[in-house]
């Protein structure tokens, strides 16, 4: 037989539309499958957070308005108030952080048992979120950092003295509550060591409430602030944050340490962020403490918003001005009295923070 036998002329092929494959752009890509509505997924609040599992408190919200027996119930360990559920985060949800204070949608098994592992698979809008920048790092990179979600109030602890207090550090803080809408709330401990005043006046121009606490004093005014409310700690090492929140939420067992005789730092012993319900009702989110608080995140805009006797007076500011230079037309504004010239001084101190004026300085009067 030849080798041409049982061949079959070559014949040139017709295409057409459905022989060609276009391959979608990564953003336009279809969607294989429908994402599921997990309909009965249950609440949780996001209380703590550890290389990628989430503790969370289901059936139990921190609304300011839950009932304080529930609260104290749960102190004392009575009563039936919500299980903690460990979970995963979802795949669906992609490279969405999710922070101490989030209020999320969980899926899987949420019984609480030992060794159980549900499912985040949805992430509630965020009332508020207070980040930082690391500009801290040594590359500078200006990346905004979550630190914790939905807190309407941040309690910025510090020394009087042991360790002696860091305005410019307080400063940025007060910064990063500006942008995250939150009501600041400041914290002197150790009073026994040194007397407030020289501090409390710094910071009156800008209308922040304090509270001051000592060794052995009582806490009265601090539980009465923090009632029915999500309050966020910070501070640097050393202030006494952690005791602090030992004697607010019996139980807690949280670290503490001393301060370095020779450096006149802390030493770290909070090393992730962890709610706590108080016994009177409300939350409390302790936090690790810092040494720095990049704000390389936070506009002018912002700073400028949390001084309203001054806005109107940047109208006639040049395009650009970051109300530093010579060139503000704040200056005359105050010059002709409508603005207390004082607290043109303290958003200029903010808004140096927030340019880089190093935050180590720790005099009370440092511009």
Known sequence: MGADVGRRPLRKRQYDEDDVRVRPGKGSRPRTR??????????????????????CLVTAGPSAGEKRRRARDRASG??????????????????????????????????????????????????????????DTEDTDGIERPVVANADQLVIVTALADPP?????????????????????????????????????LYAPLGV???????????????????????VLVGHSGVGKSTLVNALVPG???????????????????????????????????TPGVRSFGLAHVSVETVLAGFPDLVEGTVECPKGCNHLGEECALDGW??????????????RRLLAIREGAPDDDRRPDAP
Not at 117 to 122: T, W
Not at 216 to 231: A, H, K, P
């Open 334 to 347: 105050v010059a002709a009295g409508r603005a207390d010239p004082v607290r043109l001084v303290s958003l």
């Open 252 to 286: 807690a067992d949280r670290a503490v340490s001393h301060v370095n005789a020779v450096t006149g730092r802390g030493r770290h012993t909070s090393t992730s962020a962890v709610a706590l319900a108080l016994p009177d009702g409300g939350w409390i989110i302790d």
């Open 34 to 55: 429908l994402r599921p509505a997990h309909e009965d997924a249950v609440e949780g609040f996001v209380v703590a957070v550890d290389r990628g599992r989430y503790t």
């Open 209 to 231: 409430p304090y509270v001051v606490v000592s060794k052995g004093g009582t806490l009265d005014e601090v539980r009465e602030r923090l009632r029915d409310r999500i309050s």
């Open 165 to 201: 207090p860091r305005p410019r550090m307080i400063d940025r803080m007060l910064v990063a509550a500006f942008d995250a809408d939150i009501e600041p709330l400041l914290c002197l401990t150790k009073s026994d060591l040194a007397p407030p005043e020289e501090l409390v006046s």
């Open 78 to 135: 009575a009563g039936d108030d919500g299980r903690l559920v460990v979970a995963m985060k979802a795949r669906e949800l992609g490279r969405k952080g999710i922070v101490v204070g989030d209020r999320v949608s969980l899926v899987g098994d949420v019984s609480g048992a030992p060794d159980t592992l549900a499912r985040v698979v949805r992430v509630e809008p965020r009332a508020s979120m207070l980040r930082r920048s690391a500009d």
